[in-house]
Structures are given as C-alpha cells and as structure tokens.
C-alpha cells in the first residue's frame, strides 16, 4: 500500500530532550516535507527536501533539523525541544514533476513538550 | 498579506444540503495550483480536489467541486449532498509556482464544518 508513515505517532517529552520524529514513503517520491499545525495557523511548512542530500528551510524552521540519506526518509530533529514546539506535525511528501505537486500526508505526530 | 485566506472558522450545514466553504488566494505567480485538503477528527489529511491555474474547467470529484474564478482570486469549495461523515476540518491550500520548482503548500487556517441531521 503507498503510503507515509510517521513514528511516533503520539509523544510526551521534558524541555531540551532531544527528540527525532521518523519519516518514511514508499512511493518513490522525490521531494518530502515537515509541517506543523497549530490552532488557527493552519498548516506551515519547517523543511523541505527536493531529494536526497538537498533539504532548505521552509517559513518556521528555528529549532528543528532534518536529514536526506535516502530517497525514502526525512527524519525531523529537535536537538533541544521546547514547549513552543508542542504541536501536531505532519510529513509529506509528492512527485516534483509530471503532475500537479500533489502531496501525500502522514498520519501526523502529536508532539507534547513540558 | 495572507496568501491564503479561509474567512469562516465555522460552518454549520443540514444533512443532504449544499455547502460552500470559501477560499481566496494571492499570488502574482501566474502558474499555480489550488488543492483542498479534509481532516476529520482522527486527524489525517485528506486529498479531495485540485485545480491548475491554466485549466479551463472547474474541477470535480463526486461530490466535490471547486468554483474557481480566477479574476477574484478565489477557489470555492462547494459539497453538494451533505453527509454526516463530511464533519471535518477543510483546508485550502496553494502550490505557487510550476512543480519542477518545488512543491511547498501555503495552507489557509481551515474551515471547521458541522453536517447535522
């Protein structure tokens, strides 16, 4: 079944635990994503990777890294989590060409920071 | 400014009525794209309908449409036959730019709609 999956999909953590949020798709796709939602903000984009090797920032990426090692995983880092950082995230990921830039989302991950 | 704006926080709908949840967007872009997203409580997002900026025809899925009338700027999502199970969070979500560029989603703050009986 294609799909992205995240792990884990819920988690409670202490202030400056360093943490890592998995990311894996199995549809080939070129450029992944990590988003974060927060109460009326809707959804806003902290990295991107339009393959492996080449990840940039997206609108909020202050205290999170990422990785591109293979084509299949994104992982997201937070090396020093804090309580601001509590909130709903999603990875995605989509082709970049051929089609319209459809993407695909992940279950989401509750992060919880106290 | 937004480039997306999603103006209703809440909607309520009957059950087997049409509702439109409105969007508008904002871009000088002349390629881009315009998707709708659900989330229903569980939490997942939902891919329900997209349109182009150069398409010529409004785009449908069963019972989605999007009413889009470029010269507003705007991209209405309308559910004909309302269902108790379209109880959801709804986003509208813009693509600028051609998809070789990059695939980065702005997303609007959503529409919490409400089917009753």
């Known amino acids: 079944e294609a799909q992205v999956t995240q792990n884990p999909r819920y988690l409670i953590t202490v202030t400056g635990k360093k943490l890592t949020v998995t990311c894996s798709q199995n549809?080939?796709?070129?450029?992944m994503s990590w988003y974060r939602q927060d109460p009326g903000l809707g959804l806003r984009q902290i990295y991107y990777?339009?393959?492996?090797?080449?990840?940039d920032k997206g609108d909020v990426p202050e205290g999170y890294k990422v990785s591109r090692k293979e084509k299949r995983n994104f992982p997201l880092i937070l090396e020093s989590p804090s309580p601001n950082q509590t909130s709903l995230y999603f990875c995605?990921?989509?082709?970049?060409?051929?089609?319209?830039?459809?993407?695909?989302f992940g279950p989401g991950t509750r992060l919880t920071v106290l | 400014a937004q480039k997306i704006t999603q103006t209703q926080p809440g909607m309520f709908v009957q059950e087997k009525e049409a509702v439109t949840l409105d969007c508008t967007y904002d871009?000088?872009?002349?390629?881009?794209?315009l998707f709708w997203y659900k989330q229903p409580s569980s939490g997942e997002m939902i891919f329900l309908i997209y349109?182009?900026?150069?398409?010529?025809q409004n785009a449908t899925e069963g019972r989605y449409s999007l009413n889009f009338q470029k010269a507003r700027k705007s991209a209405n999502l309308v559910i004909s036959a309302s269902q108790l199970g379209d109880s959801a969070m709804y986003f509208c979500?813009?693509?600028?730019?051609?998809?070789?560029?990059?695939?980065?989603?702005?997303f609007g703050t959503g529409t919490q709609l409400k089917v009753e009986l």
């Open positions: 995605a990921s989509g082709f970049i060409a051929g089609g319209p830039g459809q993407q695909f």
């Open positions: 549809m080939n796709h070129e450029y």
């Open positions: 990777s339009m393959n492996v090797e080449v990840t």
């Open positions: 871009t000088s872009d002349p390629s881009y794209g």
């Open positions: 349109q182009g900026s150069y398409d010529q």
């Open positions: 979500a813009m693509r600028e730019g051609w998809t070789g560029g990059g695939n980065k989603l702005t």
